[in-house]
């Protein structure tokens, strides 16, 4: 696995009672360091791969590596250095913001004056110092995310999954987000971001796969990618040229 | 630590949860007080129930006499004097009054005649010379009760029994008078013994208890206060239900399944704060079955001696019902399939454990499955404490089949719960 954290071989994956594979016979790679972008229509099967890379769904077939560890056989091992965002709000709304991060870091295993240093650091960073003792129901859709994305840090993971981190969110929390994953990238963090919002994966990932019905449709560096397809103006060009312009729910 | 955290998360979760503390502590409340008052009455026994009864005393003689006094010392039973015996019927008919014992005219002279006739045959035919009396035999001297349509088959028995007892005493009494009276006539003079039935043989009636002095009759108090905490207790799956789907739609328990080894403190935390919650439960409405219900005319409840006992039983009653809850939760899917099976099925559980009704009066194949249900085993051991002092040794059967369920459904929790975190 030459400098890859991430390695996908053949995976397939459908749900019980489902016509069609979730994921099928799809391989890809991502490097560490990079900003991986994970884009494809809804219903592509992003998030199925993402619960597949945490370990929570099995494959059918195929193997996944994370860090030289293998999917299914080290998935605790796994968990422990891989911090996933997931698309819904993973948080407890009658608890405050305090409350939440605090009972997640204990969950992790953080020692109190790692947390509380750690959560200082997060919420300063997201602008959310003044909402810690609020409880989460009474925040913006926004303020939600910002906070859900903190959950998935506080443990200080090697890799980062983000299932549309941004999805929901006004201009100023979306670019919030987006500045922090740009110093994360600068200091060389692997991330896995799964999204639709394709200017913003042309502004951040360094590479991106297109997935769609459950298969791999391109992977490469963005620009290399539209250098290969010079009828392409952008990334949404080359989405729309790979994935066609039927709606999808 | 992890644990830990959970139990502190657990807590602010309920406190901040209205609705949820007054299911858990202020509904058990009302509940066993509510059942206290209403089954009062259905429990408290002949001895302890005023009965109204009317007397129509047509005959006004020494018989009736006796019998008014010896129903008024009973102390039960208030005798009412009516003299019509028509209004007398229609009073009973119409509940006014549960019985009504009519004594006809000259009740009292027919039986005397009936009790000389019998001693003057029984002491000529000892061949002793006595005055003749009328040989024509008396028919049976006839007494009429008549009891409302309404009166419960155990009150129409006792009453019956007690005129009867009554009846039967003054009968012997004056067989023994009439029998001196005969022997003495002529010219036989000795002197007459006074005579009294209950002088000759007295029926000593107690409770089989270490104590017997210690009042342990089981009443409504004794058998609702421990019945109904129990049935809160297995009631505590609603708020455990509850939050944990609620966590499941929420996703804060997809962020759990995405933290390694979280699973296990998150049950462990989950089963201890619940199992915190049902002893506080059980601490609050033994203090109510205490302090509360008698100043609402209740029988004061009687814990028994055993406090260790007590104990043991109530955490394992609290173990078995937090595990119970547990398994309801991580088990269904909704919250609407979660609560309607978990309340349904304590509802049966309890009904077959004998809360409701007290198992021994069941049918015999419900006798034989309530033997299963978790309630029956904590509300045995609970009145052997409670009324019959029992010793550890006595309730640890029942108490061992507690935490074994508890045990059972904690591990049922935990694998249905690990195996739902991969699919």
Not at chain 1, 103 to 126: A, C, H, P, S, W
Not at chain 2, 22 to 44: E, G, K, N, T
């Amino acid at each position: 696995m030459s400098g890859a954290i991430v390695q996908i071989d053949n995976v397939s994956k459908q749900y019980k009672g489902a016509q069609q594979p979730a994921i099928s016979h799809l391989n890809l790679e991502i490097q560490k360091g990079s900003v991986f972008g994970l884009l494809g229509p809804n219903g592509a099967g992003k998030s199925t791969l993402v619960m597949l890379l945490c370990g929570l769904l099995r494959p059918d077939e195929g193997s996944i590596q994370v860090m030289d560890l293998k999917v299914g056989e080290s998935s605790a091992a796994i968990r422990e250095k891989i911090g996933v965002a997931p698309q819904e709000i993973a948080l407890f709304p009658t608890l405050t913001a305090h409350e939440n991060l605090f009972y997640f870091g204990r969950m992790y295993g953080l020692q109190t004056d790692v947390l509380k240093k750690r959560i200082d650091e997060y919420v300063n960073t997201f602008g959310l110092q003044d909402k810690m003792h609020k409880r989460v129901q009474t925040f913006s859709g926004g303020m939600k995310r910002r906070l859900n994305l903190i959950a998935a840090l506080l443990h200080d993971p090697s890799l980062i999954i983000l299932d549309e981190p941004t999805a929901g969110v006004d201009v100023q929390s979306r670019n919030m987000i987006l500045e922090f994953l740009l110093s994360l990238k600068s200091k060389g963090v692997t991330i896995l971001y799964s999204s639709h919002f394709l200017e913003e994966a042309e502004r951040i990932c360094t590479h991106l796969a297109i997935v769609d019905e459950g298969k791999l449709l391109i992977t490469g560096i963005p620009q290399v990618l539209l250098g290969e397809n010079p009828d392409c103006k952008n990334l949404e060009d080359l989405f729309l040229k790979r994935t066609g312009k039927t709606m999808r729910d | 630590m992890k644990i830990r955290a959970t139990i502190f998360k657990e807590f602010l979760l309920l406190v901040r949860d209205p609705g949820g503390m007054a299911l858990i502590f202020l509904m058990p409340l009302a509940l066993v007080i509510v059942m206290a008052l209403i089954q009062d009455a259905p429990f408290r026994d002949y001895q302890e129930i005023k009965l109204e009864v009317l007397l129509v005393d047509q005959d006004n003689d020494s018989l009736s006499h006796k019998i008014k006094r010896a129903l008024e010392s009973s102390g039960n039973i208030t005798v009412v004097n009516e003299t019509d015996l028509e209004r007398a019927n229609k009073l009973v008919q119409a509940g006014d009054f549960k019985a009504s014992i009519v004594l006809r005219k000259g009740t009292t002279q027919s039986l005397k005649k009936k009790t000389e006739q019998l001693i003057g045959k029984i002491i000529r035919n000892m061949g002793v010379e006595t005055p003749l009396i009328d040989s024509v035999e008396a028919p049976a001297v006839q007494l009429d009760l008549y009891f409302d349509p309404a009166i419960k088959v155990n009150y129409k028995q006792a009453l019956g029994e007690g005129i009867e007892k009554i009846v039967a005493q003054v009968q012997s009494e004056w067989i023994i008078m009439e029998l001196q009276s005969q022997l003495s006539s002529g010219e036989n003079k000795y002197p007459k013994v006074k005579f009294n039935p209950g002088d000759m043989m007295v029926v000593n009636q107690q409770y089989a208890s270490d104590k017997p002095k210690e009042r342990l009759a089981l009443n409504s108090v004794q058998h609702n206060v421990p019945a109904w905490t129990m049935f809160a207790m297995f009631f505590i799956l609603f708020p455990l239900a509850s939050n944990f789907i609620k966590e499941r739609e929420e996703g804060s328990m997809l962020r759990l399944r995405l933290i390694s080894g979280s699973q296990f403190p998150v049950i462990a935390g989950k089963f201890s704060f619940y199992f915190f919650v049902c002893m506080l439960q059980f601490v609050l409405m033994i203090a109510v079955g205490i302090f509360v219900m008698p100043s609402l005319g209740l029988n004061k409840l009687i814990l028994g001696n055993n406090v260790f006992g007590i104990l043991v039983t109530a955490c394992s009653v609290g173990m078995a019902a937090t595990g119970y809850g547990l398994l309801i939760a991580v088990f269904f899917k909704t919250p609407q399939q979660a609560l309607s099976f978990g309340s349904i099925s304590v509802v049966i559980l309890s009904a077959l454990g004998g809360v409701w009704v007290p198992v021994y009066v069941m049918p015999e194949v419900l006798q034989t499955i309530s033997k299963f249900s978790p309630l029956q085993w904590g509300l045995e051991s609970f009145t052997d404490l409670f009324l019959r002092n029992a010793n550890t040794l006595a309730i640890l059967p029942n108490t061992i089949k507690l935490m074994t369920f508890s045990f059972v459904t904690l591990i049922a929790s935990f694998l249905i719960h690990k195996s739902r975190i991969i699919s």
